[in-house]
């Protein structure tokens, strides 16, 4: 009675009131779908399921029994830029195969001061995730409680923006662009100061616009590549030809290897069962895939008609934060809120309502329609920012965070909880 049944690949049948979907944004491996990746003979894995039997070491490196390997990396985006360096310390040879250059700017880690921590006031986490994310989000503060790499990348747009507005400029969107171009070539610059060969240095240029790719922090990238043993294999943006039995195949080249690890991200976009890798079935049989085919519906991203008590922590109809624990927070006080009601109610399920969904994917649609834009676009290089370059389909837009962005997404449940009446939801 108003009970889930959660099913293991291991038999377990375990029973539950509540359930919360926590899959993470990032939890598929993705492939690339290039001719012959099933034809190699060598070692093969993807960088999210790491193979330490093979390559020794741990999280912090010391790859030791890659000193007699050959080894290829495919990929130069986040994933690629944390595990080359390590890489390039003990394989034999490193070929890094690149379709698109990475932006890498300044990352400046450094020991956190203990006295610092011991200053802490109760408070500071959310204290700081707010001020991260208002400076991200383009809001005022009168510090920056963070000063990384992300405020920098943003707050110089931000400043060059308000100049435009204060100095009464009718033409802000030729400062932004400029604002944007200056950025990418201080970050351009670096690759010069940090590469030894100016070939070599001018194929890790990133050559796009500010957030057409995701931008990353790291100090040891780039001068990995002056390494004897790490080669920059650029693909000119065509990516691997193929692969064979005994290596990787670029231009007409064959890349000998012993072993291949693929950095090539994980899959956005496809369907919430094949990325989550179990589906869900609602309390009037229908599936969540035969539910969302068409485009998905929720209320806040959270809570889905067909699936009582059931609950989402996900980024779409939600919001989009740079930091995601901060979006899992507010999501958790969110949930907690909820089930807090439906217990003091004596309520067995809390399920949405056909009109309170149906307000909430117009609200998304009508929101998401100004917003698509704001990350990758149509003319930026493929990648996960912009469906890999190709045309979304119709119904994406309702798998579109919250147009009006994450901060007037979190007073918007605020204001919603504090109001009291639980709109959207029904409590039987």
């Known amino acids: 009675a108003a009970r889930w049944i959660v099913a293991t690949n291991r038999g377990d049948a375990l029973r539950a009131r509540f359930v919360a979907m926590a899959n993470g944004p990032f939890n598929r491996p993705k492939l690339p779908g290039i001719p012959g990746i099933s034809d190699f003979q060598g070692h093969a894995f993807h960088t999210s399921r790491w193979d330490y039997d093979y390559t ?3 999280p912090g490196g010391d ?3 890659l000193g007699d390997k050959r080894v290829a990396v495919i990929g130069t985006g986040a994933s690629a830029i944390q595990c080359v360096p390590f890489l390039g310390e003990t394989a034999q040879h ?5 379709r698109t250059p990475s932006s ?7 020991p956190t001061d203990s006295q610092w921590v011991a200053g802490l006031q109760p408070g500071w986490q959310k204290q700081r995730m707010e001020n991260f994310n208002g400076l991200v989000s383009g809001v005022p ?7 990384d790499g992300w405020t920098d990348l943003i707050g110089m747009m931000i400043r060059r923006f308000r100049d435009a507005q204060a100095d009464g400029s009718a033409d802000i969107a030729e400062i932004l662009e400029m604002a944007n171009f200056d950025k990418m070539n201080e970050i351009r610059s670096r690759v010069d100061g940090l590469v030894d060969s100016p070939e070599i240095a001018e194929k890790l240029k990133p050559y796009y616009r500010m957030f ?6 790291n100090d040891e990238y780039l001068p990995a590549f002056n390494r004897p043993n790490v080669e920059l294999v650029d693909t000119a943006g065509k990516g691997v030809d193929r ?6 195949v670029v231009d007409g080249v064959e890349y000998e290897v012993d072993c291949i690890i693929f950095a090539t991200g994980f899959e956005v976009g496809t369907s919430y069962a094949r990325r989550a890798g179990y589906e869900i079935i609602g309390s009037r049989g229908q599936t969540l895939s035969e539910k969302w085919a068409t485009g998905m519906s929720t209320l806040h991203g959270m809570q889905s008609r067909g699936f009582p008590n059931c609950f989402f922590m996900q980024i779409s109809q939600a919001a989009f934060t ?8 507010e999501l958790t006080t969110h949930l907690a809120h909820i089930i807090g009601h439906a217990l003091q109610q004596g309520a067995a399920t809390v399920e949405v309502s056909e009109q309170g969904e149906e307000a909430w994917v117009a609200t998304i649609v009508e929101k998401g329609l100004g917003a698509m834009g704001t990350l990758g676009g149509a003319d930026c290089t493929p990648g996960y920012y912009n469906n890999e370059g190709q045309a979304r389909e119709p119904s994406a837009i309702q798998a579109a965070p919250y147009g009006g962005g994450s901060i007037e997404f979190f007073q918007l449940l605020e204001g919603w909880r504090a109001d009291g009446n639980f709109d959207g939801l029904e409590f039987t």
């Open 322 to 329: 740079a930091n995601f624990p901060h979006l899992l927070d």
């Open 94 to 98: 490193l070929y890094v195969f690149q």
């Open 63 to 65: 790859l030791d029994r």
């Open 141 to 147: 503060q009168t510090e920056d409680l963070v000063d």
């Open 212 to 217: 057409c790719k995701r931008p990353t922090f």
């Open 104 to 110: 890498v700017d300044v990352r400046g880690n450094k």
């Open 56 to 58: 020794g070491g741990g």
């Open 243 to 248: 692969i064979t039995e005994h290596g990787l």
